[in-house]
């Protein structure tokens, strides 16, 4: 099991630039989270999946964060435009529908110049 | 999502020390999760809870489920260097209903040999 896989692993760009981030999931988990993680504020929930659904994205901080899921193996995190306020690291996670245990990937650490 | 405090914010102690560190709820947590995450990582899974009382064991870790429900704690005994890093706990208020988990600050520990 390859576990959850996020690319890239590192990011910087320009403020006003779109980024994308994305995730693969373990195959067989059917629930996707996105956190980001600051200094100031820990570990954020932004939106999560069941069954490629989005369920509660009362977290996405505004209309320039999206995130969609179009399969089951794959999902992305969009911003766009981007700002400095946007440097964080962000992770996906993921997990059968029902279990609590989060299997996390690496984390995308997105610089936003 | 509920509040959780996580304390202490960082320790630095020295190898061969026990470590404490605690997590409370303002509301009635049904799991306790914590996890580890080393630089550059993401969040792994130390130990789950999911009864009031509580009591279990990963090697040198011991966690406990508060008898209140609002509250859990992590024991580190016999500290060696690679347990450096920092230590979430996770809570979800609702068993097996999909909600996401979530996480405390985080307590930042430095050991030194």
Redesign the interface.
Same mark, same amino acid.
């Given at each position: 099991d390859a576990g @959850?896989i996020q690319s890239p692993r590192h990011e910087v760009t320009e403020m006003g630039q779109e980024v994308t981030l994305r995730c693969k999931p373990i195959s067989g988990h059917n629930?996707l /989270?996105w +956190?980001r993680q600051t200094m100031m504020? *820990?570990?954020e929930?932004l939106i +999560?999946f069941?069954n490629n659904v989005p369920?509660?994205d009362s977290g996405m901080p505004e209309d320039r964060f999206s995130a969609k899921m179009p399969n089951a193996s794959f999902s992305t995190l969009k911003i766009q435009p981007s700002e400095p306020r946007d440097s964080a690291v962000y /992770?996906c =996670?993921s997990t059968r529908? *029902? =279990?609590? @245990?989060?299997? /996390?990937?690496?984390?995308s650490r997105l610089t936003v110049l | 999502g509920q509040q959780l405090n996580q304390s202490p914010q960082s320790m630095f102690i020295q190898e061969g020390e026990d470590v404490s560190m605690n997590c409370t709820s303002s509301s009635i947590f049904n799991t306790w999760l914590w996890y580890k995450q080393d630089p550059g990582e993401g969040p792994v899974l130390l130990i789950a809870l999911y009864k009031a009382g509580e009591l279990t064991s990963n090697g040198r870790l011991t966690a406990q489920f508060g008898i209140t429900r609002k509250d859990s704690f992590l024991n580190i005994s016999a500290s060696i260097p690679s347990d450096v890093g920092i230590y979430f706990c996770a809570g979800q208020p609702t068993q097996n209903s999909g909600y996401a988990l979530n996480f405390g600050k985080g307590t930042s520990l430095l050991v030194t040999p």
């Open positions: @959850v629930s /989270f +956190y504020r *820990g570990l929930l +999560y069941n369920i509660d /992770f =996670a529908r *029902g =279990a609590n @245990v989060l299997t /996390f990937g690496a984390g | -």
